[in-house]
């Protein structure tokens, strides 16, 4: 799901126009990344928290030189997710908005990590 299905999807649940929920779901991003610059966490009951983490500064290396170099230490954002959540994605729990729990506990081949799943603040 982009951002346009988020608002898309908004806009059609809350019977608003389109205007009125991208403003909505852009105020709720800020806060949430305002919070986290402050260094809080954000707790999402029933759906997860987000929170800081400190990178330490590491080694690696450069894979097309093999050269040894240092990765800077950094803050990250975590997300972490509730254990209704994570239920419902795994498929144990009954979705309200489906009707109905999901038929197979398998993991999704798109399901795979991706490397923009932390996001640097």
Known sequence: MTKASLIDDLSQRSERTKKEAEQIVDAVLDAIADSLAKGEKVDLR???SF???GKKERQGRNPKTGEAL?????????FKPSRELAERVNGMG?????GGSMSSAEP??????????????
């Open 94 to 98: 009954t979705s309200a908005a489906s």
């Open 108 to 121: 999704r081949e798109e399901s795979a990590k991706v490397h923009g799943d932390k996001i640097d603040v």
């Open 51 to 53: 929170q800081v983490s």
């Open 70 to 78: 240092t990765i800077a230490a950094r803050n990250v954002a975590v």
């Open 46 to 48: 029933g759906f997860g």
